[in-house]
């Protein structure tokens, strides 16, 4: 496994970063043994970095999974908050679920442009003095927004970058994937951390996973890369293409065989566009959100290219 300096920060991160998205009760909803067990056995493949959020509610699990090694463990997790008080509580919730006296990356929770940063300048203020009181070790800001990577161009205290970024541009609201790409490249050298997220598109490019993995790693402004795993098989996948070697056949297999569904977000809009995209019939309105019928859903990933919020996933 391959490790490096995020950015200007002190912090040493695997190329790899385990997306803990995937395992909470939002996506795989795995009973609490099963989700450490699956974040343990990342580390034991190298893995040292590990990405959550107050949203995804699973602390639990990371806490279980790092009791005896915190301090081998690079832990990034982000909140809402927008208040000196709301950035308190958020700060002192991660402190006590996880069971630790820091944590290394806290970040602003998917942050749009310059303006919505000012609109949270006391939860950055607070942030800041949390750092310089030893509570956490760098401040960050995750985003879908090609401006809002700009952005922080313009402010020497965020120090970590955590954006959208896959080969076929998902999820990234304001441009391209080489609007992006150029993006991540100015911040990247003007000493930002930059750990991306979304690699295979939340699912949406499983079908071409090596080569959506590959592409991401092949961009040389990026310290690491957050990928949701959810099962062992996963792990060693994402391992042996992160080292570059050859993924065991038995492996390949076994994933081709998982189920998925489709997912859709509870942030859904109802504005119908992934329903107009859907050649199957599979997607129809329900209380003013997309629903989908499983029995007509071939997991082909339309849908998801016209979803305006990044409410569709492949689990």
């Not at 067990?37 to 970095?49: D, K, L």
């Not at 998925?260 to 019939?281: K, M, N, P, S, V």
Request: aromatic share 10%; net charge neutral; with cysteine.
């Amino acid at each position: 496994m391959e490790y490096t300096k995020l950015g200007n920060t002190n912090i040493i991160v695997s190329k790899l970063c385990f997306g803990s998205l995937t395992i909470s009760s939002l996506q795989a909803n795995l009973s609490i043994n099963d989700g450490a067990r699956i974040i343990e056995e990342a580390f034991e493949y190298g893995v040292n970095f590990i990405d959550t959020a107050e949203l995804y509610e699973n602390y639990h699990y990371i806490r279980k999974a790092i009791s005896g090694k915190r301090n081998n463990i690079v832990i990034s997790t982000k909140s809402y908050s927008y208040s000196y008080e709301g950035a308190r509580n958020s700060l002192e919730k991660a402190l006590k679920e996880l069971n630790t006296d820091y944590i290394d990356i806290f970040s602003l929770h998917e942050q749009e442009s310059e303006h919505t940063l000012k609109g949270h300048n006391e939860a950055i203020e607070f942030f800041i003095k949390a750092k310089e009181k030893g509570y956490i070790r760098a401040f960050g800001i995750s985003t879908h927004y090609v401006a809002c990577v700009k952005a922080t161009l313009k402010y020497n205290d965020i120090e970590v970058i955590h954006p959208i970024y896959n080969k076929a541009g998902l999820g990234i609201v304001d441009g391209s994937v080489s609007d992006m790409g150029n993006a991540i490249k100015e911040a990247y050298e003007a000493g930002k951390g930059i750990y991306t997220m979304k690699p295979l598109g939340g699912g949406n490019l499983l079908y071409d996973a090596k080569e959506s993995l590959e592409f991401v790693l092949s961009n040389p402004n990026v310290h690491s890369i957050a990928v949701g795993m959810q099962s062992k098989e996963e792990v060693i996948y994402n391992t042996m293409i992160f080292e570059g070697k050859k993924v065991p056949e038995n492996i390949k297999n076994s994933l081709n065989r998982k189920k998925r569904r489709l997912l859709i977000d509870f942030w859904c809009e109802g504005c119908g566009a992934c329903i107009e995209a859907c050649q199957q019939g599979a997607l129809y309105l329900k209380n003013n959100r997309a629903e989908v019928n499983t029995e007509k859903c071939v997991l082909c990933g339309y849908c998801s290219r016209r979803c305006k919020d990044f409410c569709i996933k492949i689990v």
